[in-house]
């Protein structure tokens, strides 16, 4: 359930809503958690749509041209960006849009909003708001993020709803904010992606390993994956080498039967930053229906 705080206004001097896209990409949902409710907070003066970036790889131009603002999210890979929106931004024409960039963590990334931003002002977007959100850990066949007590739900959402009303209201009043754009945040960024971007990126994108003793062939990963990476054939499911590393497949087996980074299986899944998250929401657009 999210929980909207009404406390956004409209920028100074504007007589008709604005029209915001934000184009979210979430592995295991805590980005699109973030974005829904930074589009619910928007709604409740102006217009917002959210897309799913993974259904929009090849049209997305064709949308941003529709908007006013444009916002994109994503998790943070070793203060770098998902192999899937490194794509996504390649394939923009250039816009002149003001844009918005937020970024989910589990810790700390330095810069991991700006880098997005500074990716986006490549293609000529004028970046004035950026923004990190602390979310759950969702890398869990690694040992030394074994979590056993569940997650604060409540508490969760009500520092995603503080933060994101804020960074709604400086966005609506054009007011800039550019989380991670200072010195400091570059060498703390830098100090994650040089030796991140130092792993072979061929090999990362070939990282899921499958037991084929535990896979019962369910096509449950199949159907989540973002870049089609399994396929499910007569002898099991195999891999297409184009792993985003998303761990959307590792956290929704239901036998635990695949790993990325980790020599164990799971023992403790993430399911998402809510009760009963439901993982297929992170693939669908979710459009505002009302007049903009």
Known sequence: MIVVVSTCHTGVGRTSPLKIAIFCFSGTGNTYRVAKTLCETIRQTDHCDLYALENHLEDADRLIETYDIVGL???????????????????LSAHQKKAFVFCT????????AAYGGRQLEKKGFVVLWQEHFLMPNNITDLRIFD???????????????????????????GKEHRKGSNPISLFLGL?????????????????????SKRCVRCGACVKLCPLANLRQTQEGIITQKRCTLCYRCVNHCPTHAIRLFGNGFVRYAYHGPTSGFAIESVKNDELDHTDP
Do not use: C, H
Request: glycine share 6%.
């Open 147 to 173: 979590r056993r007590k569940p997650y604060d739900f409540a508490r969760i959402d009500r520092s995603i709803t503080k933060k994101a009303v804020r960074f709604t209201r400086w966005i609506l009043a």
């Open 73 to 91: 999210g994503y998790p943070i890979y070793g203060s770098s960006l998902p192999s899937i929106v490194f794509r996504f931004i390649e394939a």
């Open 105 to 112: 963590q589990l810790l700390f990334s330095g810069d991991g």
């Open 191 to 211: 100090l994650q992606r040089i030796p991140y971007g130092s792993m072979n990126p061929e090999r990362l994108a070939q990282s899921v390993r499958i037991d």
